[in-house]
């Protein structure tokens, strides 16, 4: 299957779906999509979940999206007319990943989110759904920088590497490097308390520890590479907590910084053109700090989404989007011709609807209905003039967190920031030997969840510590807000009334 180029809206502020059945009514719309059984939306087979797609822009408001293939596909079962609206372009998105409503009631609480409130101002409508308003207010000054989308082409990495998505459906190709990914998760303590300008530059590291797997071999026999804890040599702990015992083989306890500089270099010799390499850390800056001064290009890490593009032919990439920092992802060519999209609208047959294959939780699953790939494995990323991997993608496990429990702050520990995301830890016994595992474990259950407010909720279902404040950009000083910091505002009503019972208008469109 070529990659998807079209998407339509479901639900929200000037969506698609309107007027498929009552002109600004989700409900009959959400009781087709909940009674449709067939595969297109349910590729798991009838009682399965259904599984559309959820699109992130670059401002971090989102919308819940069907493929083309499923749109024809329902309005064709259904015989509405395709909306006169211009579907979203693939480009539009920072990231398109996979959503799933196992009840009609997930799907209607979803589309709760998007409703837009009324606005006297008929000539200069936008978006002030509670899901996407602190968004739109925020506008450009959301820019650099997308957390939300990061987060989702998180998820969108661990399906394309188990196997339990179609990345053709996501307006990817299907990557020649998903079979194997190696992931490093490197932890590097410092004294907490050290406030120098050049911490960074100098730091006082008590210890490091790392363990390297391959996904998704890891995640079938929990096989580790190497797993290493280093204390550094003559490092007194005085007003720092002592050091828990390493759980997972035995610590250096003679570690120097000439010594840790030259273990960190041997690690980092990855000499596989062909496997892409993931590495987790906690404190970023300080982290790359320390792979820097030991001779590793961090400054030609990038992120995640990078890895989207690499292995297809440069000369199918598409140019990047003006309304993107980078290049979203690239298509191998686009799914529907002018041709086509005019055959559409005249009702002609369509032998290419298929769903993408996903079960209820996210794996991959044997009874689900999967597209053929039409496009042929490629081989090694430098050939045909293929895009080659990245040297490696720096995933900062701290602000995905953050960005998904809507916190400012997480604490300086992986313990505090576990505990944030509802994960039991103890940060009085720290050991970086013990946090690189937590850490990779921290990661893994982020991105095999539900999609990122889905998971949020699921969260706070199960709370080990008291909430701490949101930030809701619409709320706080334009002129204090730090892009690269941001948090997506809460999916509540502020107005202190339930979405059932605020002023909806059916001019708000």
């Not at 822009?57 to 989102?62: E, F, M, Q, T, Y």
């Not at 920092?325 to 011709?337: C, I, Q, V």
């Not at 079960?359 to 009874?367: A, L, W, Y």
């Not at 430098?382 to 960005?403: E, F, S, Y």
Request: net charge neutral.
């Amino acid at each position: 299957m070529e990659p998807e180029t079209y998407y339509y809206q479901i639900g929200g502020f000037r969506a698609h779906s309107d007027g498929w059945f009552q002109m600004y009514d989700d409900k009959p719309t959400i009781d087709a999509i909940a009674n449709y059984e067939g595969p297109e939306l349910r590729p798991g087979g009838p009682g399965a979940p259904i599984e559309l797609v959820l699109g992130i822009l670059h401002n971090g408001a989102s919308y819940v999206l069907m493929t083309s293939h499923q749109m024809w596909a329902f309005i064709r079962k259904h015989r509405l007319r395709p909306s006169p609206r211009r579907p979203w372009k693939v480009d539009e998105f920072a990231s398109l990943s996979p959503i799933y409503f196992a009840t009609k009631g997930d799907l209607q609480d979803k589309l709760k989110t998007y409703k837009v409130k009324y606005q006297k101002n008929k000539k200069d409508k936008w978006d002030n759904s509670p899901a996407n308003r602190g968004f739109f207010q925020l506008g450009d000054k959301g820019a650099p920088g997308n957390p939300r989308a990061d987060f989702e082409n998180q998820r969108v990495l661990y399906r394309l590497f188990t196997k339990s998505a179609t990345p053709g459906a996501l307006g990817l190709i299907n990557p020649p490097w998903a079979g194997a990914i190696r992931v490093i998760s490197l932890v590097v303590n410092t004294w907490h308390k050290d406030r120098r300008c050049e911490r960074f530059d100098n730091p006082n590291i008590i210890d490091v520890g790392w363990t390297d797997v391959m996904m998704p071999e890891y995640l079938e026999s929990r096989r580790v590479t190497e797993t290493v804890h280093i204390k550094m040599k003559g490092l007194a702990l005085k007003n720092e907590e002592q050091n828990a015992p390493f759980e997972h083989g035995t610590t250096n306890q003679e570690g120097t910084v000439d010594m840790l500089y030259s273990d960190v270099r041997r690690l980092f010799t990855h000499d596989s053109a062909n496997v892409p390499l993931v590495l987790l850390v906690h404190d970023e800056e300080m982290v790359r700090g320390v792979l820097a001064r030991s001779g590793v290009d961090v400054g030609s890490f990038t992120s995640v989404a990078a890895l989207f593009q690499c292995g297809q032919p440069q000369k199918l990439s598409r140019r990047r989007s003006s309304r993107s920092p980078f290049r979203r992802r690239l298509n191998a060519g686009a799914s529907h011709s002018s041709r086509d999209y005019e055959r559409r609208w005249k009702y002609e047959p369509d032998n290419d609807v298929k769903p993408f294959p996903v079960d209820q939780e996210g794996q991959s699953s044997s009874s689900s209905v999967r597209i053929k790939e039409d496009v042929k494995k490629l081989g090694s990323s430098h050939q045909d003039g293929a895009i080659p991997l990245p040297a490696g993608c720096i995933v900062n496990v701290q602000k995905m967190v953050r960005t998904l429990m809507r916190v400012a702050q997480t604490g300086p520990s992986v313990q505090a920031t576990a505990q944030r995301m509802n994960i039991p830890a103890n940060p009085r016994l720290p050991c970086a030997g013990n946090e690189c595992h937590l850490l990779l474990n921290m990661w893994i259950s982020m991105i095999e969840g539900r999609a990122i407010d889905e998971q949020w909720i699921d969260r706070l279902s199960h709370p080990i510590q008291p909430p701490s404040p949101t930030i809701d950009p619409a709320e706080a000083g334009t002129d204090e807000v730090d892009p690269n910091d941001y948090i997506p505002p809460p999916m509540r009503n502020t107005g202190g009334t339930t979405a059932q019972e605020d002023n909806w208008s059916d001019d708000d469109w």
